[in-house]
């Protein structure tokens, strides 16, 4: 059997017709990541969440090589707000196809643990209100790109064991906690610079403070069984730290 070598036109023919299926196929791709991402928004506004996106129509006229890129289509809500009505963990699936990289949910009243959001590889920006069945934070290390976290009206806290895990954390408020008598398990987070307390009525040891290198801002409102011993023996420690305790308002 004869086996002929193909001539440099038929090479080049080849070719073409590779780069027009890879790039068919490109297109392919492309369409349905902008299909998805409009049918998750869609579905996300249906549901009354709030979205702050990023149009990614305007980065494909800034540069059209991002038309072929997967994150311009799944990587644009930069933040999304779950009002009180609603209940996120009925939708987890749209949660990691909106993939947000703030998420702020305003009564998370049957979250149990932090795995529910451990799909969205992007979350850095943390509110969680009213979320009375959570007992403690221990899961909220499977969400370690996290640089600001807010847990208001978590009853049944007791402690922040997990958070140490954070090693991005930068800013950390925590309010209406009743049963979190310290701060045990923020310390040694090298990046922490900002705590802000309110309404922790139970919390009396703030020695975990005393253990941030990067501290400049804490912010404490009625927080009123901290001593006044406890907020010196921080001040001597952080000279140059912005440390302010308001324990006669409410």
Not at 234 to 249: E, G, M, N, Q, V
């Amino acid at each position: 059997m004869n086996l002929t070598t193909p001539t440099p036109a038929k090479k080049k023919r080849r070719v073409w017709l590779w780069l027009l299926a890879l790039l068919g196929m490109a297109f392919g791709y492309a369409g349905w990541w902008a299909y998805d991402a409009n049918e998750a928004r869609w579905e996300a506004k249906m549901l009354g969440w709030q979205l702050v996106y990023t149009d990614p129509y305007e980065e494909i006229q800034a540069n059209w090589k991002m038309a072929f890129k997967k994150e311009t289509w799944t990587e644009g809500v930069t933040f999304l707000r779950v009002p009180r009505r609603s209940d996120p963990l009925q939708h987890t699936k749209l949660l990691e196809r909106l993939n947000p990289q703030g998420v702020l949910i305003e009564h998370a009243h049957r979250l149990n643990d932090f795995s529910v959001l451990e799909g969205l590889r992007r979350l850095d920006y943390l509110v969680i209100g009213n979320a009375n069945d959570l007992t403690n934070v221990d899961t909220i290390q499977s969400l370690p790109l996290l640089k600001f976290v807010k847990l208001d009206g978590c009853a049944q806290i007791a402690n922040l064991n997990g958070i140490k895990q954070l090693s991005l954390l930068e800013s950390i408020w925590i309010s209406n906690c009743p049963l979190l008598t310290n701060l045990d398990g923020i310390e040694g987070l090298s990046k922490l610079n900002t705590v802000t307390l309110s309404d922790c009525t139970e919390l009396k040891n703030v020695d975990a403070l005393k253990n941030l290198p990067a501290l400049k801002y804490v912010e404490s409102v009625f927080c009123p069984k901290v001593t006044k011993e406890s907020i010196d023996a921080l001040r001597a420690t952080h000279p140059k730290a912005k440390i302010t305790f308001f324990h006669d308002i409410h």
